[in-house]
């Protein structure tokens, strides 16, 4: 069993105090539609003024994003490549050849390599992140297999969620509330990828920062933001 660490319910941010709520559901798969999802689980403990927000790769799930293993066919740049790819705490990212091989696919051989070519200066002037800026926001997004602790997608690696923003707004006419599509980790790192119109990326990546929803098996895919008036 993989438990992130425990996060308090309650922020303030500039004086204000918001509860973030996590909703579990069941594991996801390619079969379910996120916003019957979202009806079933999340719709019966909202309130007006609430934001919903949705993990990247749970999205991704239901969007056939999970690819198994055994099904990708690594191809000799892509296991070059990975070789040099930092290690990070939270995972090993591109680091493993099926990883690299999706963010080839994704974002095209050329820009790969000057990703990988610029990286490599930025790593000779004591740069950080000039891959993934230059790679793009799909090669960023991609959870290599064990990333996840649930199975079946410890076998899998997931690439990023598709349209997130159309998304979004989609399930705002649907059903009126605001929703955000959040990339976050154990560690820090937290990104609003996409969201309905009236959703402030700056709120949202303060409010989330300290991933509430957790990382580990918690299965819980969305998660309420809801402003505490007393």
């Keep these: 069993m993989s438990k992130s660490k425990q996060t308090e319910p309650i922020i303030t941010i500039g004086g204000v105090k918001f509860e973030r709520i996590p909703v579990k559901t069941k594991i996801l798969t390619p079969q379910d539609d996120i916003g019957e999802v979202i009806k079933e689980y999340a719709l019966p403990l909202m309130q007006p003024g609430d934001i919903l ?3 990247e790769s749970p999205l991704a799930i239901t969007q056939g994003r999970a690819i198994p293993v055994a099904e990708i066919k690594v191809s000799p740049l892509a296991k070059l490549l990975s070789r040099f790819v930092a290690k990070v705490p939270y995972g090993i990212g591109l680091g493993a050849p099926t990883s690299m091989q999706c963010a080839i696919e994704e974002t095209g051989v050329l820009r790969i390599l000057l990703a990988a070519f610029i990286g490599a200066i930025g790593k000779l ?14 090669a960023a997004l991609i959870d290599a297999a064990t990333t996840s602790p649930v199975p079946p997608y410890t076998d899998m690696v ?7 923003k159309e998304v979004c707004e989609d399930l705002h006419s649907r059903f009126g509330y605001e929703f955000a599509v ?13 969201s309905s119109p009236n959703v402030s990326k700056h709120f ?3 409010v ?11 299965l819980t895919p969305f998660c309420i933001v809801r402003r505490v008036d007393n």
């Excluded at 690439?159 to 997130?164: A, I």
């Design 53 to 55: 927000t949705i993990s």
């Design 125 to 138: 002037l004591g740069r950080k992140g000039d891959f993934y800026r230059v790679a793009g926001m799909q």
């Design 158 to 164: 997931i690439k990023g969620p598709v349209h997130p």
């Design 182 to 194: 959040m990339d976050i980790n154990d560690i820090g790192g937290c990104w609003m990828i996409g």
């Design 204 to 206: 949202m990546e303060k």
């Design 208 to 218: 989330m920062k300290d991933n509430p929803q957790g990382q580990g098996d918690e």
